[in-house]
């Protein structure tokens, strides 16, 4: 039998064999705040408990046929669903210290004495509705709290794959100067567009670096709005990049101004275009970049012309750490850009897909909220 409130704060269970004992507490300690479900037997009060996960307190009498409320509350300390439950016995008998104390050893929590006083009675049920309230609380931080961890890890992710990029087009391109030097005389106006390059490259760095420390210090409410120029922004990336003298980026159409956030759109076509660099297989590499305006989203989208992907990969790759078959990408890819990508697109509303058959070049797709 239950008896129900509307959107009730805490659900007290009554076991007793008798239904006027029953509705005499229920009467007792009714609040708006409380539901009651009403149990005139051990085994009623075992079923009715682990089926409802929301109960709070179980109101216990000791003394029934069958199954005594010892044994009742055994079992439902020895059941993982329901051990955190907590238990009250009452009973009109058993008051030597004995009884007392076995009643403690099975789980109860406290005691009460039929008949009962009503105030008393009041006073300690309102003690134990504060401390599930508070276990409830425990519980949600706790939720939030392996949520937050796992943001971070992925954080870890982001940072660790993003800051990587520059730092790559650094050392290439301080080793292809050096590689040069050793070889022969190196033109000054080619020392000059390498160390340039470096520079470039370590000030973008820098700026990375200080504008995730901010993207870390907010939570997703706080982290800046801003007017973006994407077509501005593609051409940076471009350049900050490094592509191999015989890859060419060409942008077609102008790409749109947004407001948006722009570390997370930065992301996205870096590490778009360092795939297409690094995958391509190519004696002259074409990447494009364009877009699409449909409605309340921009579809973007980044082709190459390099090896292609299987139709049967084309969702596996944006899983964390899944590569695809392709022997060069497998071993040299962790398997996180574009996990990264996907998860960066989907915090926005929007989808990221990709359009390839082997050997035919990939066009990688996704949608941005204007």
Same mark, same amino acid.
């Given at each position: 039998?239950?008896?129900?409130?509307?959107?009730?704060?805490?659900?007290?269970?009554?076991?007793?064999?008798?239904?006027?004992?029953?509705?005499?507490?229920?009467?007792?300690?009714?609040?708006?705040?409380?539901?009651?479900? %009403?149990?005139?037997?051990?085994?009623?009060?075992?079923?009715?408990?682990?089926? #409802?996960?929301?109960?709070?307190?179980?109101?216990?009498?000791?003394?029934?046929?069958?199954?005594?409320?010892?044994?009742?509350?055994?079992?439902?300390?020895?059941?993982?669903? $329901?051990?955190?439950?907590?238990?009250?016995?009452?009973?009109?008998?058993? %008051?030597?210290?004995?009884?007392?104390?076995? *009643?403690?050893?099975?789980?109860?929590?406290?005691?009460?004495?039929?008949?009962?006083?009503?105030?008393? $009675?009041k006073a300690k049920v309102n003690v134990f509705?504060?401390? !599930?309230? !508070?276990?409830?609380?425990?519980?949600?931080?706790?939720?939030?709290?392996?949520?937050?961890? %796992?943001?971070?890890?992925?954080?870890?992710?982001?940072?660790?794959?993003?800051?990587?990029?520059?730092?790559?087009?650094?050392?290439?391109? &301080?080793?292809? &100067?050096?590689? %040069? #030097?050793?070889?022969?005389?190196?033109?000054?106006?080619?020392?000059? @567009?390498?160390?340039?390059?470096?520079?470039?490259?370590? +000030?973008?760095?820098?700026?990375?670096?200080?504008?995730?420390?901010?993207?870390?210090?907010? #939570?997703?409410?706080?982290?800046?709005?801003?007017?973006?120029?994407?077509?501005?922004?593609?051409?940076?990336?471009?350049?900050?990049?490094?592509?191999?003298?015989?890859?060419?980026?060409? =942008?077609? *159409?102008?790409?749109?101004?947004?407001?948006?956030?722009?570390?997370?759109?930065?992301?996205?076509?870096?590490?778009?275009?360092? #795939?297409?660099?690094?995958?391509?297989?190519?004696?002259?590499? =074409?990447?494009? =970049?364009?877009?699409?305006?449909?409605?309340?989203?921009?579809?973007?989208?980044?082709?190459?012309?390099?090896?292609? =992907?299987?139709?049967?990969?084309?969702?596996?790759?944006?899983?964390? +750490?899944?590569?695809?078959?392709?022997?060069?990408?497998?071993?040299?890819? $962790?398997?996180?850009?574009?996990?990264?990508?996907?998860?960066?697109?989907? @915090?926005?509303?929007?989808?990221?897909?990709?359009?390839?058959?082997? *050997?035919?070049?990939?066009?990688?797709?996704?949608?941005?909220?204007?």
């Amino acid at each position: 039998m239950v008896t129900a409130n509307h959107s009730p704060d805490i659900t007290i269970m009554l076991v007793d064999d008798r239904e006027e004992n029953l509705l005499v507490l229920e009467e007792m300690l009714a609040s708006d705040q409380r539901k009651f479900i %009403k149990a005139t037997s051990g085994n009623e009060a075992l079923r009715y408990a682990l089926k #409802n996960d929301r109960i709070g307190l179980v109101m216990l009498d000791v003394q029934m046929p069958e199954m005594d409320g010892f044994e009742v509350a055994r079992i439902l300390k020895s059941n993982p669903k $329901t051990k955190d439950i907590s238990i009250i016995f009452v009973t009109a008998i058993n %008051k030597e210290e004995q009884y007392i104390l076995k *009643g403690f050893d099975e789980g109860a929590v406290d005691y009460l004495q039929k008949p009962l006083d009503v105030n008393v $009675t009041k006073a300690k049920v309102n003690v134990f509705e504060q401390l !599930y309230h !508070y276990q409830q609380e425990l519980k949600q931080t706790a939720l939030q709290l392996e949520k937050i961890n %796992k943001q971070l890890e992925k954080f870890v992710y982001i940072v660790a794959h993003d800051l990587k990029s520059p730092l790559v087009g650094m050392i290439a391109a &301080l080793s292809l &100067l050096e590689m %040069k #030097n050793e070889e022969e005389v190196v033109p000054r106006e080619e020392i000059q @567009e390498y160390v340039g390059h470096s520079k470039s490259a370590a +000030f973008h760095l820098s700026d990375m670096i200080n504008s995730l420390l901010e993207y870390s210090r907010k #939570n997703v409410a706080q982290q800046t709005v801003e007017e973006v120029d994407v077509h501005e922004l593609v051409e940076q990336i471009a350049l900050l990049i490094f592509p191999p003298r015989h890859i060419s980026i060409e =942008i077609v *159409g102008r790409l749109p101004v947004l407001k948006t956030k722009k570390i997370k759109l930065h992301q996205i076509f870096q590490n778009l275009l360092s #795939n297409a660099i690094k995958y391509n297989d190519k004696a002259v590499g =074409i990447i494009e =970049i364009g877009c699409h305006d449909r409605g309340r989203m921009v579809e973007f989208y980044v082709k190459d012309n390099g090896p292609g =992907i299987s139709p049967d990969e084309h969702e596996a790759i944006f899983k964390l +750490f899944r590569t695809t078959s392709n022997v060069a990408q497998a071993d040299s890819s $962790t398997g996180v850009g574009l996990f990264i990508l996907k998860m960066l697109v989907e @915090e926005q509303g929007g989808r990221v897909w990709v359009e390839s058959e082997p *050997g035919k070049g990939s066009t990688f797709y996704f949608e941005w909220m204007k």
